[in-house]
């Protein structure tokens, strides 16, 4: 598995205490995919690539379960405190973005935010591992909602996906 660029103790940090399995849909994998999104969106504009980062590696940190589970947003905003200085480190200025996107990502609208949308956009944008097209009414960037870069999102969360299983075909 390969470590977060800029961050590699911190995601071993976070790995270890994960609750769920690796193959979790909430997992790992995913948090990889979000990563190489959140880097697509950087480059597409001016949103933070460190706070893409570091979202990717926290928001779904604290999930007890694969369904319905509102608390896994706050809970992570919460548990990313105190690694602050420890396994990281950014300005207060994007740990105050980093800590919204991740305490809001599961309920938030789409934002005029640049960084906080990103943040939202490069997980909704990973939606087609559960069987679900990305929908640009629920995306921020107008780089997000071109249909580009929503077929090459659903190409990444296809690729770790049963290879029989085409859903682009459907
Ligand atoms: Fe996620």
């Known amino acids: 598995m390969q470590l977060s660029l800029h961050f590699p103790e911190l995601h071993r940090f976070i790995l270890e205490q994960f609750e769920l399995p690796l193959d979790s849909l909430h997992g790992p994998s995913h ?8 880097k697509r969106l950087a480059r597409h504009s001016t949103a933070d690539p460190v706070v893409l980062e570091l979202f990717s590696l926290f928001h779904d ?9 509102l608390e896994h947003g706050p809970e992570a905003a919460r548990f990313m405190v105190k690694l602050r200085g420890v396994y990281f480190d950014c300005t207060d200025l ?31 944008l990973d939606l087609m591992r559960v069987g679900i097209r990305p929908d ?13 870069t929503i077929l090459w999102a659903i190409q990444q969360s296809l690729e770790e996906m049963d290879p029989d299983l085409n859903l682009l075909d459907s």
């Open 94 to 124: 994007q740990f105050e973005q980093l800590q919204y996107a991740v305490q809001h990502h599961t309920t938030g609208k789409p934002t005029d935010h640049i960084t906080i949308g990103a943040c939202w956009d490069s997980d909704r």
């Open 136 to 148: 640009p009414a629920y995306l921020s960037l107008e780089h997000s909602r071109e249909e580009t």
């Open 31 to 38: 948090w990889a995919r979000v990563g190489r999104i959140g």
């Open 61 to 69: 940190s604290r999930r007890k379960n694969d369904d319905w589970d």
